[in-house]
């Protein structure tokens, strides 16, 4: 029961680096999701995806990008990361019916130094 | 603009002490409100959805209620094993608006 696959888990980057963050699920779930979390902030959508070959913007999504060229994945990048990206990143998805229902990632711990 | 506001932040709890959590929301056009456990290093874990006011959901110790502006997660009798952060979540379109979270920390 691999639900939500997030890879990878922790990560340190110099201000400047470039990364991505890799999300696979094996649900078979149109809709996929980014979110960050930090401290007395909750949960934030970065980008999601309603299905394979688009992408839309949520929340906060300035500085990161994303793609979804095969249904099961979504992958979350950082150009030039920067200390204010410092995080921990959760890849979300749901099916069609109930997008209430989120399986979550167990995560991707992020800090910029 | 669309706001999830939850209280307490932090509620700290003896064995059997039974209390109320609040999610209270702004929204136009109410989707379903959404109700999730979070333990420390993991995911949020999906719990309750309800879509109208009136409407209850039960779930071993815990109780969801819905009002046309908040929602109530009550505890009873909690347990240890009941400690994590309780989120609650709205929805917009395709989204989900999560509030910051209450702490739940049951001592035995």
């Known amino acids: 029961n691999a639900g939500v696959t997030q890879t990878p888990k922790f990560r340190v980057l110099k201000t400047g680096q470039s990364m991505t963050l890799l999300c696979a699920q094996d649900?078979?779930?149109?809709?996929m999701y980014w979110y960050r979390q930090d401290p007395g902030m909750g949960l934030r959508l970065i980008h999601y995806s309603v299905g394979e070959g688009t992408t839309a913007k949520g929340e906060v999504p300035d500085g990161y990008n994303v793609s979804r060229l095969k249904k099961q994945n979504f992958l979350l990048g950082l150009e030039s990361a920067a200390p204010s990206q410092t995080s921990v990143y959760f890849c979300?998805?749901?099916?069609?019916?109930?997008?209430?229902?989120?399986?979550f990632g167990e995560g991707s711990r992020l800090t910029v130094l | 603009e669309d706001q999830v506001t939850q209280s307490p932040e932090a509620l700290r709890l003896q064995e059997g002490e039974s209390s109320s959590l609040n999610c209270s929301y702004t929204v136009s056009g109410l989707r379903g409100l959404f109700w999730y456990r979070q333990d420390p290093g993991k995911g949020p874990e999906f719990l309750f959805t309800?879509?109208?006011a009136g409407e209850e959901k039960e779930k071993e110790r815990l109780k969801a209620t819905l009002t046309k502006k908040e929602s109530f997660l009550h505890i009873t009798a909690p347990k240890p094993e009941d400690s994590a952060t309780y989120l609650c979540a709205v929805r917009v379109d395709y989204k989900l608006s999560f509030g910051a979270g209450t702490t739940v920390t049951v001592r035995a």
């Open positions: 979300a998805s749901s099916d069609r019916e109930s997008t209430g229902e989120l399986f």
């Open positions: 309800l879509y109208s």
């Open positions: 649900m078979n779930h149109e809709y």
